[in-house]
């Protein structure tokens, strides 16, 4: 008798189904119209709190500050509803890329548009904040100048600090008082 192994019958598996052509293509390209939208706000309040702030005018700063708040929520909450959206039934959230290459030209062409246009939209929300950062470093660093200024100025010795203490580091009181009659 001859010994063969006996090989394990393999069952073929249905295809899988693409599982980003299942996902809502329009919502997606809704999203990201509010996301540029979004950001497009978020350019312009970056802009206005740099004016603010060159123009040292606290109340439209926080006026500024708290229209910025609100936008990010929506901004979070829009890519929160971004996420779910693209979310695959594995879990993972595909690019952009990856969705462009698996569906029709017509959503791919429209897709590719928003998201270049959501990136340069970014990246010049990032440099417009790094303005309102160096403008805000500007500021302080005027602010504590004019603030050591006005302490010297108070203190003709120089030897008490912003706070009223004794500064350390500064040179000895040099003054006297003729006690003698």
Excluded: C, F, W
Excluded at 69 to 95: F, V
């Amino acid at each position: 008798m001859i010994n063969t192994p006996i090989q394990p019958t393999r069952t073929k598996r249905p295809p899988q189904a693409n599982p980003i052509a299942a996902l809502d293509l329009d919502k997606l390209e809704s999203l990201l119209a509010d996301l540029e939208t979004e950001h497009e706000r978020l350019l312009e309040l970056a802009g206005l709190q740099r004016e603010a702030i060159i123009n040292a005018d606290a109340k439209g700063l926080g006026e500024v500050v708290e229209q910025t708040t609100q936008t990010l929520g929506r901004i979070a909450g829009i890519e929160r509803s971004r996420q779910q959206t693209i979310k695959l039934p594995d879990g993972s959230i595909p690019s952009v890329q990856q969705i462009t290459s698996q569906v029709d030209p017509d959503h791919a062409s429209t897709l590719n548009d928003r998201s270049t246009s959501l990136r340069t939209l970014m990246l010049k929300v990032k440099q417009e904040h790094e303005a309102v950062r160096l403008a805000s470093q500007a500021l302080s660093n005027h602010m504590n100048g004019l603030m050591e200024q006005i302490t010297a100025k108070l203190s003709h010795t120089g030897t008490y600090g912003r706070r009223g203490s004794v500064t350390p580091a500064r040179a000895q009181v040099v003054s006297s008082l003729d006690t003698t009659s």
